[in-house]
């Protein structure tokens, strides 16, 4: 079925940054809302961003508002998150997902509007 490929995590400082993609296989990522969410060990998982097939609708989590930018470059099939002024409090695992419709016009970071799901991608900050 459709496929989402999360790669960019790895060990950064805090304070640190780092830039995670969310790659489509399979389909046209383009046509498609794009939400980012992170799960820590132990946590429930957690919606961080979000953004609509156009990039004109974008919703970010008080959490990390500031501090993370959502892009996409439908060119390359990809979604971005920027993340900067990382805290050991971002490490997670992060996943991106796709809802089943192709061009919702509005973006939300509830868990049940995605239907497809990336494998995840492990970000650890820590000194």
């Known amino acids: 079925h459709l496929r989402l490929v999360e790669s960019g995590g790895g060990l950064v400082q805090p304070g640190g940054s780092l830039r995670i993609s969310c790659a489509a296989s399979?389909?046209?990522?383009?046509?498609?809302?794009i939400g980012w969410f992170r799960q820590a060990p132990g946590k429930a998982r957690e919606g961080i961003s979000c953004?609509?097939?156009?990039?004109?609708?974008?919703n970010i989590a008080d959490s990390v508002k500031g501090r993370f930018t959502i892009s996409r470059d439908n060119a390359k099939n990809t979604v971005y998150l920027q993340m900067d002024s990382l805290k050991p409090e971002d490490t997670a695992v992060y996943y991106c997902?796709?809802?089943?419709?192709?061009?919702?016009?509005?973006?939300?970071?509830?868990?049940?509007?995605?239907?497809?799901w990336g494998q995840g991608t492990q970000v650890t900050v820590s000194s």
């Open positions: 399979g389909f046209t990522l383009g046509d498609y809302t």
């Open positions: 953004i609509s097939s156009s990039g004109r609708s974008t």
């Open positions: 997902a796709a809802p089943r419709s192709r061009f919702q016009s509005m973006c939300v970071m509830r868990e049940y509007e995605y239907d497809y």
